[in-house]
């Protein structure tokens, strides 16, 4: 008896905007060059948005071990909202995946899945992971461009505004994590116990 090929989902290109401006005050120094199975932590997740053909990272220059666009959000520090704002200029594909620095087991499958979840959803102003326990991961998404830069402009000011009153009006397909993909690191406790 013949087996039909399984059919991959078609994954459409997308930019990737990697927050990396956090202060890390509840990890106590750069939790971005803290090192997970040999790599800094940054570097897990630049490798993650390898898919992207743009790949910007907003916050303070750092090294790296792939090659990056840095951008500032205006003013610096000025939190998760106004990075994306700020790097929405960035790159011109439809698709935009908003990933966190600090995430050491997301993947570029976890962003493809993401993006081919959209692209199969084209009522859906976004894809977003959401945990085992049922958050949404709004810095592991995929969202049309053209939906960010609407939500963008409902306010000329996103300094200190929290990424939820940014994202949580749109409509996103709601993704389930798989593994540890949706792990993030705030506090040196957080680091897998494998590094």
Sequence with gaps: MAVSPTV???VPPYDVLVLAGGASRRFGADKLVARV???ALL???LA????GQQVCAVGPRRPTVRPVTWIRED???GGPAAAVVAGLGAGDTPYV???AADLPYVTRETVDR???ALAESPARDGALLVDGDGRAQYLCSVWHRAALDGAAARSPDWDGVALRRLLEPLHARQVAARGRE????????DLPSDT
């Design 114 to 116: 993401l993006a081919a």
């Design 37 to 39: 199975e040999g790599q």
């Design 97 to 99: 995946a908003l990933l």
């Design 75 to 77: 003013p610096p520090g």
């Design 8 to 10: 991959q989902p078609t």
């Design 48 to 51: 993650a948005a390898s898919g």
């Design 182 to 189: 949706s792990h993030d690191v705030d506090r040196p406790e």
């Design 43 to 45: 570097d897990r997740v």
